[in-house]
C-alpha cells in the first residue's frame, strides 16, 4: 500500500490537486492527525481551485472554519484533493484536471464528487479526509471507495469557506478508514458559527454518545422497500445478508417506506441547478480568480465563463431555465413541494424505528470513461438525494466490494447514525 506524504506527491491516482507544504502544526487532541481536504473548502495561503480552470490560481486570503477548527486542534493538512468541478458530479471525471482513480481497481471511477478524498482514504495514504455532500458526494465515493463517509444533518458543521453549489443542501462531513476516526473529527468540525447563519444551535457533535448508543445493542431498524427494488442484484444479496445479520443479533427489522421517493431525483435536479445557476453568477472575471479579457464587458464575461466545463454549463443552464418566468411555478415550486413530502415521510419513520438503512450506491462502479448520459450518471444519486433534501444524518457503512450501505437517523440525530454505523462494523 503506497502510504503517507510521499504517496500523497507521487498521486498514483490522480486524486491531490495541492500537498501542503509542512508547517508548524498546533498542539491539540487531533495530535498531528494527518487530512486531506477536498478542493472547494478554502484554506489561506493555499490554491483552492473547486477543480475548475477559472479558479485554478486562486490563493484564498482566509481559512473555512473547517479548517481553522480543525488547525486548533492539532491536525495537520497535507493535500487538496481533486473533486468534480464545483462538485457537480458523481465519478470525479468531471474535473478540469483530470479523473481520478479508483483506489481499488485504476480501470473504475472513485465516485464523486469527492473522489480524490475517498481515494486517499481508500489507497491508506491519509486515515480521513473532508469531502462536501450535496447530494451524495461524500456517501457515493466512500461506498465506491470501501470508506466510511459521513453526511451531517444540514447545518450542524459550518459552510464558510465552502465553495458553494447548492446552499440549501451543501454538507461538510469526513471522510475516513474507520468510524472512530470519523466521529472525532465530527467532534472537531462541528457545531454553531456566527459565520455561518445556517448552522444549528445545538451543541457539537459528541464522541461520547456516537459511542453510548454502538454500546446500547437492541435497535428498532428500517429498510426502504423501493429502494430493494432498484438496486443491483449483487447490491441487494450483500445488503439482505446484513439485514439478516442484524435481525439474528435480536433487533427488530421491519420495512419502511418511501412512496415519494419517485420524486427526489427530479426534484433534487431542479432545486440543485436552480440554486448553483445563482451561486455561480459571481465567476465574472471581476471578482474571482481568473479573467479573460474581451473587447467589452459582455464578451469578457463571455470568454471567461466559458471556462466552466460542459457539466458546470449544463447545470447553470438548466437552473437558469427553471428560475425564469413561466416556468418558476412548473419546475422550482413543484420541487419544493415535492422536497417537503420527502421530508415528512422520512421523518415519519422515526416514530417506529431509531434508524433506516438503504444501499448507498444503486450499482457497482462504472468504468473510467464509460460515457454514459448526463441522467444515466444523475441516476447514481438515486439513494443518497432523499435524505439530502430532507436534510437528515447519513452515515456510508463499508460492506466491501464496492458497495456501501447508508445508516439514516432523524434530524439532528447524528451521533445516532454514527454509533450504529459502529455497532455494525462491531458485527460486520
Ligand atoms: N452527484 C450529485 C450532483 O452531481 C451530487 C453532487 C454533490 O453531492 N456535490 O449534483
Known amino acids: 500500500m503506497d502510504v503517507g506524504v510521499e504517496a500523497l506527491k507521487r498521486d498514483p491516482l490522480n486524486a491531490v490537486l495541492t500537498v501542503v507544504e509542512e508547517y508548524e502544526v498546533a498542539e491539540g487532541p487531533l495530535n498531528g492527525l494527518p487530512v486531506a481536504i477536498k478542493d472547494n473548502i478554502v484554506t489561506a495561503g493555499i490554491r483552492t481551485t473547486a477543480a475548475s480552470k477559472i479558479l485554478e490560481n486562486y490563493v484564498p486570503p482566509y481559512d473555512a ?132 447563519a445556517t448552522t444549528l444551535d445545538s451543541p457539537p457533535f ?56 419517485k420524486f427526489a431525483l427530479p426534484a433534487y435536479y431542479v432545486i440543485a441547478t436552480a440554486e448553483a445557476s445563482s451561486n455561480l453568477a459571481r465567476y465574472d472575471g471581476v471578482r474571482y480568480g481568473v479573467r479573460v479579457d474581451g473587447k467589452d464587458l459582455t464578451d469578457t464575461y463571455v470568454r471567461t465563463r466559458s471556462l466552466f466545463g460542459k457539466e458546470v454549463k449544463r447545470r447553470i443552464l438548466v437552473g437558469t431555465f427553471v428560475l425564469s418566468h413561466g416556468y418558476y411555478e412548473a419546475y422550482y415550486l413543484k420541487a419544493l413541494k415535492a422536497r417537503r413530502l420527502i421530508k415528512e415521510e422520512i421523518a415519519s419513520w422515526f416514530k417506529e424505528v431509531d434508524v433506516v438503512l438503504t444501499p448507498t450506491n444503486p450499482t457497482l462502479p462504472p468504468k473510467l470513461g464509460a460515457g454514459f448520459s448526463p441522467v444515466e450518471y444523475y441516476r447514481l444519486d438515486t439513494l443518497t438525494v432523499p435524505f439530502s433534501l430532507a436534510g437528515v444524518p447519513a452515515l456510508n457503512v463499508p460492506l466491501g466490494d464496492f458497495v456501501g450501505v447508508q445508516v439514516v437517523a432523524p434530524y439532528e440525530e447524528d451521533e445516532r447514525a454514527v454509533g450504529f454505523g459502529m455497532y455494525v462494523s462491531e458485527i460486520l
Not at 472554519?65 to 487538496?80: D, M, Q, S, W
Not at 426502504?224 to 427489522?253: C, M, P, T, W, Y
Open 65 to 196: 472554519t473547517v479548517i481553522t477548527r480543525l488547525k486548533e486542534a492539532g491536525a495537520r493538512i497535507v493535500a487538496k484533493t481533486n473533486l468534480d468541478e464545483f462538485a457537480m458530479g458523481s465519478t470525479g471525471e468531471n474535473s478540469a484536471f483530470g479523473p481520478t482513480k479508483n483506489p481499488h481497481d485504476p480501470s473504475l471511477v472513485p465516485g464523486g464528487s469527492s473522489s480524490g478524498s475517498a481515494a486517499v482514504v481508500g489507497a491508506g495514504m491519509v486515515p480521513v479526509a473532508l469531502g462536501s455532500d450535496t447530494g451524495g458526494s461524500i456517501r457515493l465515493p466512500a461506498a465506491f471507495c470501501n470508506v466510511w463517509g459521513f453526511k451531517p444533518t444540514y447545518g450542524r458543521v459550518s459552510r464558510y469557506g465552502l465553495i458553494a453549489f447548492a446552499s440549501s443542501l451543501d454538507v461538510i462531513g469526513p471522510i475516513a478508514g474507520d468510524p472512530d476516526i470519523l466521529a472525532r473529527v465530527m467532534e472537531v468540525i462541528s457545531g454553531p458559527d456566527p459565520a455561518d
Open 206 to 261: 459528541s464522541y461520547e454518545r456516537s459511542r453510548e448508543f454502538s454500546a446500547r445493542g437492541r435497535y428498532r431498524v428500517g429498510f426502504v422497500k423501493e429502494h430493494l427494488e432498484i438496486v443491483s442484484d449483487e447490491i441487494r444479496e450483500k445488503f439482505l445478508a446484513l439485514i439478516d445479520r442484524i435481525g439474528q443479533r435480536g433487533n427488530g427489522v421491519v420495512e419502511v417506506s418511501l412512496r415519494s421517493g
